[in-house]
């Protein structure tokens, strides 16, 4: 067929489309059957869904969220070329999607926690709002574009849908009204908290017949404004987290990752087990990419977590590895085996000894470093952000 032929399900121009295919010389009958049978798949494609009216699970998982108050302003500047974000609470893609691709793209990544899928990100209190309002400063900077308020890196997606009364026009009376018998998550819990523009929600509608949809989900603003809009609308979105460990893709020596941590509100990361070193790779791979930089020991590829050897005296390595509080690491780490030699191997230079760890982004091996190299780090939250029931 000719480009002229081609259909755009989002152009609306069906009719447009016909003419132009029917116009086509030698096209045969059994073509245009083709062409509009496929015209008319993709109008019912195109037709407006709500969520359906939530069943109540049979194991209904609910997070209890205590927020972690983190330093926005300081650590957005470290954050602000990754395109995965995260807070103790949340983590926020910057590449936008239709809603319901968002909700499936979360749902595709499984957590070291539970070994399930992740859902859209449920916002239940002022506290958990604020959080989202850290996560959306951190991805897109501080400041609040208001010449354009609905520009890119503005807005992102909860999880959050209108699920009864949703495919009419509002009366005026109604309009601004939360009821929160209406609203639920896409994990079928209700809705409790809102904080809404004012005379939002509006519930309006767009298009006509089998192409009309109406404006029945929740994207969320920089100042932690909500609104409601259409689930074809691309944007960034929010997943939850209830995350362990922060991963900056900022470049820094060792000693300058653990006084960043520790300015932001955090912690220096340090690994205390499996499942830590687990989820730290989880964290790691989410915030910087399954992809490596060069070869294996690119400074990017390698994170710096807060593990260090006790020194002697003398400034000599002792082959005793602890956390940098100078506690004892409780478990086995598995270090990165060369072909020749197994780590730690603490080489000495004349700028000093490999004394320090750094985690493998491919697949969280140790390695024995010194602390002059600037590569990516990992911060930790003081207590972890939320827990399931």
Request: charged share 25%; net charge positive.
């Amino acid at each position: 067929l000719p480009i002229e032929a081609v259909v755009s399900t989002q152009s609306g121009h069906y009719g447009r489309d016909l003419r132009s295919v029917k116009n086509y010389q030698g096209l045969s009958g059994m073509k245009i059957l083709l062409v509009v049978h496929t015209l008319l798949v993709a109008v019912v494609l195109a037709r407006w869904k709500p969520d359906p009216p939530p069943l109540d699970p049979e194991d209904p998982v609910s997070v209890e969220s205590h927020p972690v108050h983190i330093a926005a302003r300081k650590m957005a500047k470290l954050m602000i070329n990754q395109d995965v974000v995260t807070t103790c609470r949340y983590m926020l893609f910057k590449r936008p999607l239709p809603f319901h691709q968002a909700r499936d793209s979360c749902r595709s990544l499984e957590w070291p926690i539970t070994n399930t899928g992740i859902e859209l990100a449920s916002v239940q209190s002022q506290e958990e709002n604020s959080d989202i309002v850290s996560l959306l400063r951190l991805g897109f900077g501080v400041k609040f574009d208001h010449t354009k308020p609905y520009k890119y890196g503005n807005w992102a997606y909860i999880g959050l849908s209108k699920r009864y009364n949703n495919d009419r026009p509002l009366k005026k009376s109604e309009k601004g009204v939360f009821n929160p018998d209406d609203w639920y998550y896409t994990t079928n819990v209700k809705a409790k908290y809102s904080h809404f523009h004012r005379q939002m929600p509006d519930q309006q509608s767009k298009g006509k017949g089998d192409r009309k949809e109406w404006q029945n989900w929740i994207q969320v603003n920089r100042k932690g404004r909500w609104d409601d809009t259409y689930s074809s609308k691309s944007l960034p979105y929010i997943c939850e987290y209830c995350g362990k460990y922060i991963v900056l893709s900022k470049h820094v020596k060792w000693t300058k990752a653990k006084e960043h941590c520790e300015s932001f509100g955090l912690e220096f990361a340090t690994v205390s087990s499996k499942e830590d070193n687990a989820e730290l790779l989880f964290a790691a791979k989410l915030s910087l990419g399954e992809e490596l930089g060069g070869r294996r020991f690119n400074n990017s590829n390698w994170v710096w977590i807060g593990e260090t050897e006790v020194m002697s005296e003398d400034g000599v390595g002792t082959e005793e590895w602890v956390h940098h509080d100078g506690t004892e690491i409780p478990f086995d780490p598995v270090w990165y085996k060369r072909p020749k030699n197994h780590q730690p191997d603490n080489w000495i230079l004349p700028r000093g000894e490999q004394r320090v760890v750094a985690f493998s982004r491919e697949n969280g091996h140790w390695d024995d470093s010194f602390p002059h190299k600037k590569r990516p780090f990992a911060c930790m939250c003081p207590k972890r952000n939320c827990h399931f029931n």
